[in-house]
């Protein structure tokens, strides 16, 4: 028997703006930049879901260019990136395990009626240091 990886969908709009690092003067590049960093994860998995697992980056509005890599798979939403993720978590339901890595509470209540666990930004994007640390 097989087991299913877990898929990881990314609210990558919500994680990218959990830390004020100025994101916002390169919403691109700042999903990028994410894309990047959840590369590991792919092999080693989150806490309570071991690796390997699906990694699927959730994209909207000025990141939807951004591209896929190896360990990360980019969906770009042609509208609201809450309703694509929704629709792959629904796509999920009774089939495999589904996490949904997110802080936006109305986007949690409708991906948990799909069976979807959600966790926070800081599972994947830890806060940065202090200033001077």
Do not use: F, K
């Not at 990028?32 to 390997?52: F, I, K, M, N, Q």
């Not at 495999?96 to 926070?120: I, N």
Request: proline share 8%.
């Amino acid at each position: 028997m097989t087991v299913e990886r877990t898929l990881v969908i990314v609210d990558a709009a919500n994680v990218v703006g959990s830390v004020p690092d100025g994101w916002w003067r390169d919403r691109h590049g700042a999903a990028e930049r994410l894309r990047d960093s959840l590369v590991p994860y792919a092999a080693e998995g989150l806490p309570g879901h071991a690796g390997p697992v699906e990694l699927v980056l959730v994209v909207e509005g000025a990141a939807r260019q951004v591209e896929s890599v190896p360990g990360v798979r980019v969906e770009a939403a042609s509208g609201s990136g809450d309703d694509l993720i929704a629709a792959l978590a629904a796509a999920a339901h009774g089939a495999r395990p589904c996490v949904v890595v997110t802080a936006d509470r109305g986007l949690r209540q409708r991906v948990e009626a799909y069976g979807a666990r959600c966790t926070g930004p800081r599972t994947v994007r830890p806060l940065p240091p202090p200033r001077g640390a």
